[in-house]
């Protein structure tokens, strides 16, 4: 069974633009989730999905937004970014809704790089 | 609100030396604990979890973790390291339903001398 999988794995992009990062997960899994993992913050929470539906939101501005597709895959976008969103974002699905005792899995991440 | 604090950012060890990496948590609420692992350049890797039942939980590579309820802490320990589990370690809650968002603590970096 193929893993999470998240394109581009790298991108380099200029204060100000807008970028768009995707994840899809695992064949059967519905529900999807977003972290920014910065070396200053950690790793923080940014979105989950199920169903299409958002479940729950971080604490990000919003310039962060999210969506997922009827086929689960999901996208997230920054828009007019900053220096400070150069991170790593790594998404995660998991089986069903949400929580019980059921495991998300993790993909590789995207690194941004904002110049 | 739930919180996780991992005291030690770095831990260094000697190779075949034991190991303890230490979490204490937070939380109103029920909670499940985890710890995942990641290695340079890669996402994160369940290493292991608690649900219920006993409260030592073991890993497939030797580590294991104990969640003690009334210090709240779940500490992850290896009675022997390798070199390759030199990686950054990194405890998270998350609550035992209506959610799979995690609280993660800011990670210990464990490097293994040879």
């Known amino acids: 069974k193929a893993g999470v999988t998240q394109t581009p794995r790298y991108l380099i992009k200029t204060r100000g633009q807008q970028v768009t990062l995707s994840c899809s997960p695992i064949?059967?899994?519905?529900?999807v989730s977003w972290y920014q993992q910065t070396p200053g913050q950690g790793l923080q929470f940014l979105f989950e999905?199920?169903?299409?539906?958002?479940?729950n939101k971080g604490n990000f501005p919003g310039r962060f937004s999210g969506r997922q597709f009827s086929n689960s895959r999901s996208e997230m976008n920054v828009s007019t970014l900053e220096l400070g969103d150069s991170a790593l974002y790594l998404c995660?699905?998991?089986?069903?809704?949400?929580?019980?005792?059921?495991?998300?899995?993790f993909g590789p991440g995207t690194r941004l790089t904002v110049l | 609100a739930q919180s996780v604090t991992q005291l030690d950012s770095q831990v260094p060890v000697f190779e075949e030396a034991p190991v303890e990496l230490r979490c204490n948590y937070s939380?109103?609420?029920?909670?499940?604990l985890f710890w995942y692992v990641q290695y340079p350049n890669q996402g994160l890797q369940l290493l292991l979890k608690?649900?219920?039942?006993?409260?030592l939980v073991e890993s497939i590579n030797g580590f294991e973790a104990e969640f003690n309820k009334s210090q709240t802490s779940f500490h992850l320990r290896k009675p022997s390291v390798h070199i390759s589990d030199t990686a950054e370690y990194f405890c998270?809650?998350?609550?035992?339903?209506?959610?799979?968002?995690?609280?993660f603590g800011t990670g210990t970096r464990l490097k293994v001398l040879a």
């Open positions: 939380s109103s609420v029920s909670v499940y």
């Open positions: 998270a809650v998350r609550r035992n339903s209506g959610t799979y968002k995690y609280i």
């Open positions: 064949s059967g899994h519905r529900s």
């Open positions: 995660a699905s998991g089986p069903l809704m949400a929580g019980g005792q059921d495991t998300q899995y």
């Open positions: 999905y199920f169903s299409e539906t958002q479940r």
């Open positions: 608690y649900l219920s039942g006993s409260t």
